[in-house]
């Protein structure tokens, strides 16, 4: 008689993850969106990227005019909802949508926003801390030098510090160099630069020379804002430095222009 056929055991269902895109990566840097795809991919998830997603509201809220911020909350809530996990490859908007809106809308708009925030995660903490993306392997030590700035945002309001370091090891091989006062705001600020130009420029030029005194080729980090600031002034100052968002380091897609250069 032949032995009755073991039955195996169903296939893990993927994550179903909404892509927040970003306004900046969306009109400036497509490629980062692309770069999250293909990371999110390759972790086994089903990615959705609603084509009606828009701006979060955050230069409205950030400049005090909430009235304007709160009806681009509701829309983001509503186009969010279905999702079971949201991400957001930017720690700004991330804190925004998390922790801002809960605040931001009352009733049962709040209570809704609640139910978002809490399925709501920045990239790296998504493909660090939830999927627990395994290590490449035979992965070779990286021949960049890289050096890596913590957004305000991500560091102070979401806590992000130690996952795209630990991914940045795991998928390309890369060993931080850090650079002097990683943690110090590279003045972009939203607004803050618009307002105050010199102080801002200050500390840009303050982040330019602790990342080029570190040797590293490299800068990257995780919010478009602070790199679009800080590639901007090297270029307008010749230095000699390749800003790059970590998704697209992760994603191993260098072969595009660094942020600021080329068309």
Known sequence: MSKPQQKQAPPAPKKRVTLFVTCLADLFRPSVAFACLDLLKEAGCEVVVPAGQTCCGQPAYNSGDREAAIPLAQQVVSLLEPADYVVIPSGSCTGMIAH?????????????????????????????????????????????????????????????????????????????????????????????????????????????????ATGATVLTGGDLGCLMNIAGRARRQGKDLEVRHVAELLADQRSIPAIGEGQ
């Open 100 to 212: 801002h809106y809960p605040s931001l809308l009352t009733g049962k708009w709040r209570e809704r926003a609640l139910e978002v925030s809490a399925k709501t995660y920045e990239l790296t903490v998504f493909l660090q801390d939830i999927v627990g993306v395994p290590p490449r392997s035979n992965i070779a030590a990286a021949q960049t030098s890289v050096t890596y700035h913590d957004g305000c945002a991500g560091l102070r309001e979401l806590g992000i510090q130690d996952q795209p370091r630990q991914l940045l090891k795991n998928l390309c091989g890369v060993e931080v160099d850090e650079l002097n006062q990683s943690e110090v705001c590279c003045g972009f600020g939203g607004t803050f630069c618009a307002k105050m130009p010199e102080i801002s420029a200050k500390m840009t030029d303050d982040k330019l020379e602790n990342a080029l």
